[in-house]
């Protein structure tokens, strides 16, 4: 039986309506003990886990609010979770990531991290991997690199950023670290932008 929300009435005897008010009951904590702990286990009101049905679009965010929600990435083309800022706000989704490398994962503030490994010689160009299933940056704030040496021997050689105004790519400068002359340098990066 489905929950009456319309009872008793002002006209009902309880002995006519205890049947109805025990399955309201019933129907109470049936929907109260999806996803939470039971009234009676000590732990009245705590969630087991929160599901969140996909939604097709972003809600409604009314002033003083925030949305959290399930959604199809169009990155990843399954459901992930995003949040709205308040009054209809900016929609940030904050669980989509390619943990390959290169790679990218979404902070839940908006933040792209990309990361990867390249191989150059002198004054070069890193241009950042673009498809339909890679976010794309419109500012870089900073680039990390890490020299990568087999075995974690010293290979004697350095590689700086040169710049990052380029919200696509950065350039770098490769070299010995303490002789003249070219050689290749192996490094791996971490770019944080938005």
């Known amino acids: 039986m489905a929950y009456q929300q319309n009872i008793p009435q002002p006209t009902d005897k309880i002995k006519d309506s205890q049947n109805d008010l025990l399955q309201n009951f019933q129907a109470i904590k049936s929907g109260f003990d999806e996803n939470h702990y039971a009234f009676d286990t000590g732990d009245e009101g705590k969630h087991k886990y929160v599901s969140l049905p996909e939604q097709v679009a972003a809600p409604t965010v009314a002033v003083n ?72 940056y419109t500012q870089i704030f900073s680039v990390q690199l890490t020299v990568k040496a087999a075995g974690g021997a010293d290979s004697d ?7 990052f105004s380029n919200p696509a790519q950065f350039d770098v400068y490769a070299s010995p670290r303490s002789t003249t002359g070219s050689t290749a340098v192996t490094f791996e990066y971490l770019v944080i932008g938005a």
């Open 157 to 163: 050689t350095a590689v700086r950023v040169v710049d």
């Open 65 to 136: 609010e925030r949305a959290i929600y399930s959604k199809q990435s169009t990155l990843t083309n399954v459901a992930e979770l995003f949040t709205r800022k308040e009054n209809n706000g900016t929609e940030i989704e904050f669980t989509a990531r390619l943990g390959a490398t290169p790679g990218w994962t979404i902070l839940p503030s908006g933040i792209i991290l990309k990361w990867g490994a390249e191989t150059k010689t002198g004054a070069q160009t890193v241009v950042l991997p673009v498809a339909a299933n890679i976010p794309v």
